[in-house]
């Protein structure tokens, strides 16, 4: 007998139910281009940098939660070290 939705959503109630993440619904496509000495910095370097960026331009972004929360970025692909991305997407 599968649960009723109401009761499930209680406040009180023991059952599993993800929280959304906190923070702006709007999805923005972001093209970039990683060319010269950029071209060095490694994958999770470019996130940190993304993060910052948008910290520093006050430019609201939407975090996972948990005990370490982070900015939900995603990027197209994860380019290797040494290579140069024309037209990237995040």
């Known amino acids: 007998m599968a649960p009723e939705p109401s009761a499930a959503s209680a406040p009180g109630s023991d059952s599993p139910i993800a929280t959304p993440a906190i923070g702006p619904r709007d999805k923005v496509r972001l093209h970039f281009r990683k060319a010269g000495s950029l071209r060095w910095l490694s994958h999770h370097d470019l996130m940190r940098t993304f993060e910052r960026m948008l910290r520093r331009a006050d430019i609201p972004f939407r975090c996972t939660?948990?005990?370490?929360?982070?900015?939900?970025?995603?990027?197209?692909?994860?380019?290797?070290?040494?290579?140069?991305?024309?037209?990237?997407?995040?």
């Open 65 to 90: 939660q948990g005990f370490h929360p982070h900015p939900r970025i995603v990027f197209a692909l994860s380019l290797p070290l040494g290579v140069i991305g024309q037209a990237e997407i995040a």
